[in-house]
C-alpha cells in the first residue's frame, strides 16, 4: 500500500493546544518540530508521500490533521469540529485534499464531527459519539457513505474514539474496553491502542508502548516506533498526526 500522507507541521503555539481529559504539562515546541519532522520521514520511508498542509501558526491545534476531514475513496469529507477554535484548520485542509484530485463535501452545522471520531475497518465505519462528534454528525457521514455500515460507539473518559481504539492490518480492534464496548485486544500500554497500518505487516506505533510493540511482533507484525512524547502530552497520537490516502487502483 502507498499513496499520500497528509501532514502539517506544528507550530510555535502547539503549547496552547487544547487539553481535556489530560492536566496541562510544558510542550517543548522545538522538539514537537523535530518529532514531526521524524514522524513524517517514516510515513516516506514505508512508501508514502508526504504532502503539507499551508502552514497554520495561529491555530495550535492545526498538526492534529486528521480531526479535519475523512478520506473514503475518491471521497473527502470535511468535517465539522466540535470544538469552535478549531473550525478554521478545515478550509486550508480542504485546498489540500481538492489538490490531491479528491472531491469534497462538508459536514454542516449543527452537526459536529471530528476525525479522530472515525475508525474505518473494511465496510465497516466505526463513529464515536463523543463531546466533539454528536448525533447529527454521525448521521450526516452515514449520508455520505452510501453502502457503508456505520456503527455509534459510546465513549467513555477518553476524547475520540482512535484515542481508545484502531484497528491491525487484518482488521482486529485494539484498544481499551473501559472506554469502548467493542470486542478489543488490549495492548500492555494506553499508547498502544493507537496504530496506524501502513501497508504490509508494518503498523506504525508510538515508542512509549514498546510492551505492545512486542505482542504486535508476535503476531507477526512490523511495528515501526516513532517518538510523539511532545503531541501526546495535548492527547495527540499517531493516527491523528496524518491522514492517509491510498493511490487509485
Not at 495535548?234 to 491522514?243: D, F, H, Q, Y
Request: with cysteine; aromatic share 2%; net charge negative.
Amino acid at each position: 500500500m502507498s499513496g499520500i500522507a497528509l501532514v502539517r507541521k506544528p507550530g510555535p503555539r502547539l503549547a496552547e493546544g487544547i487539553v481535556t481529559h489530560l492536566s496541562r504539562s510544558p510542550v517543548d515546541a522545538g522538539l514537537a518540530l523535530a518529532q514531526h519532522a521524524a514522524y513524517t520521514a517514516a510515513l516516506r520511508e514505508a512508501g508514502w508521500r508526504p504532502v503539507e498542509v499551508e502552514p497554520a501558526d495561529d491555530l495550535p491545534d492545526a498538526p492534529f490533521v486528521e480531526d479535519t476531514v475523512v478520506v473514503c475513496g475518491p471521497l473527502a469529507v470535511l468535517t465539522h469540529p466540535g470544538a469552535p477554535e478549531r473550525r478554521p484548520e478545515v478550509a486550508s485542509v480542504a485546498a489540500a485534499v481538492r489538490r490531491c484530485g479528491l472531491d469534497t463535501v462538508a459536514i454542516e452545522p449543527p452537526a459536529t464531527l471530528d476525525g479522530g471520531d472515525v475508525l474505518q475497518v473494511g465496510d465497516t465505519v466505526y463513529v464515536g459519539r463523543s463531546g466533539r462528534t454528536n448525533d447529527a454528525g454521525i448521521a450526516a457521514l452515514a449520508a455520505f457513505l452510501p453502502g457503508r455500515t456505520v456503527v455509534p460507539v459510546e465513549l467513555r473518559g477518553v476524547l475520540h474514539l482512535k484515542s481508545a481504539v484502531t484497528a491491525l492490518p487484518d482488521g482486529t480492534l485494539i484498544g481499551d474496553r473501559n472506554c469502548v464496548d467493542l470486542p478489543v485486544l488490549e495492548p500492555v500500554e494506553e499508547a498502544g491502542a493507537h496504530v496506524v497500518p501502513l501497508g504490509g505487516d508494518r503498523v506504525l506505533m508510538a515508542a512509549s508502548a514498546p510492551g505492545t510493540a512486542a505482542m504486535l511482533r508476535e503476531r507477526g507484525l512490523t511495528p515501526v516506533l516513532v517518538d510523539i512524547s511532545e503531541f501526546e502530552k495535548l492527547e495527540g497520537c499517531v493516527t491523528c498526526l496524518s491522514v492517509l490516502i491510498p493511490e487509485k487502483g
